[in-house]
């Protein structure tokens, strides 16, 4: 529920943190290494919860619940960004192609479901290899999340600014003026 409420919170200012960090690349990026260190924490506290004597019982310390629901509800911010940046900007880079978005979009959704499953498929094969439990899968997560964060700051191209200035107004977004820090 918190991460929810975090999500719905995110996602009415994400113009503004667009522009606050410098532009949609940075965002992408920095969230996902936000996503990186919320995945380490669940290594942290699946760690904490493992380390208590009474581990076999159903219910764990008050500072393992706080920081698991904390870490929980800071996960709604890659949220919003994972779930919006990536098919706006399939929409802007598209918008003049003959293909239409459609496509665009379909290839995004590929791009996204296929990893899933592979990973579907291995965490648990690599999680018994490793010992049991999920702290392999978690840490694999992790390392994804940052390299992915990377990935995002050096390859992913800026939108032109009068596409992006477009976007906004469409968006809602009126008091969107200076595109100059979108670069």
Request: glycine share 6%; with cysteine.
């Given at each position: 529920?918190?991460?929810?409420?975090?999500?719905?919170l995110e996602s009415l200012c994400i113009e503004r943190l667009t522009r606050w960090v410098g532009g949609v690349k940075r965002l992408w990026g920095g969230m996902n290494f936000l996503l990186a260190v919320c995945r380490a924490l669940t290594l942290v506290?699946?760690?904490m919860a493992r380390s208590e004597p009474e581990f076999a019982k159903a219910t764990p310390k008050t500072?393992?619940?706080g920081l698991a629901l904390a870490t929980f509800a800071v996960l709604g911010a890659p949220?919003?960004?994972?779930?919006?940046?990536p098919c706006a900007l399939a929409s802007i880079f598209?918008?003049?192609s003959q293909d239409g978005q459609g496509l665009s979009l379909s290839v995004l959704n590929l791009a996204v479901v296929i990893p899933l499953i592979v990973v579907s498929l291995l965490s648990g094969p690599?999680?018994?290899l490793m010992g049991g439990g999920n702290m392999p899968a978690f840490a694999v997560g992790v390392v994804a999340a940052a390299v992915s964060g990377i990935i995002a700051y050096t390859m992913l191209p800026s939108p032109p600014l009068?596409?992006?200035?477009?976007?906004?107004?469409?968006?809602?977004?009126?008091?969107?003026?200076?595109?100059?820090e979108y670069n």
């Open positions: 529920m918190l991460n929810s409420v975090v999500l719905g506290v699946t760690h500072g393992v619940v949220l919003v960004v994972t779930f919006n940046v598209c918008n003049n690599w999680d018994s009068d596409v992006l200035a477009t976007f906004f107004m469409a968006a809602g977004c009126i008091r969107v003026t200076d595109f100059s």
